[in-house]
């Protein structure tokens, strides 16, 4: 199999994103990762491209998948004959948002602290 030309729009800190990278590092399939916050180029890029705003966005030879996670990302470069299947395990939850988009989180993202006690 050839290797694909992939560019992945994502954010830095996503727990989507976090599972799109996942996927292509269980594949050992390099990337051209287009950080959509910090880059508004590559934002405005993918709604050109794909007429929504929504992320991960995936472009895999010319084949634009939107709003995907690394779980749908997989399975397409499986049915597509991209990659073969594989036993390895990914890193983190191809699946999944970030913690503080989970139900039942809280509504900040930010976690509560107690303040610090020093011993002397």
């Known amino acids: 199999m050839s290797k694909p030309t992939i560019t992945a729009y994502l954010k830095p ?13 269980k594949y050992d ?5 287009r950080d959509i916050i910090n880059r ?8 050109q491209k794909t007429g929504q705003t929504k992320q991960p966005t995936i472009e895999i030879n ?7 996670s690394g779980e749908e990302v997989e399975a397409w470069l ?7 299947a594989n036993s390895r395990i990914p ?5 999944q ?3 503080h988009e ?12 107690s303040p610090l006690a020093f011993k002397r």
């Open 62 to 68: 010319g084949q634009m998948l939107a709003d995907v």
């Open 91 to 95: 890193e983190v939850p191809i699946n």
């Open 97 to 99: 948002p970030c913690a």
């Open 102 to 113: 989970m139900p039942g989180a809280s509504g900040s993202a930010a976690p509560q602290s």
């Open 40 to 47: 508004s180029e590559f934002f405005e890029e993918m709604v």
């Open 78 to 84: 499986l049915q597509n004959g991209v990659v073969g």
């Open 13 to 25: 800190s996503c727990g989507w994103s976090a599972g799109v990278r996942a996927v292509f590092k």
């Open 29 to 33: 399939l390099a990337f051209e990762e």
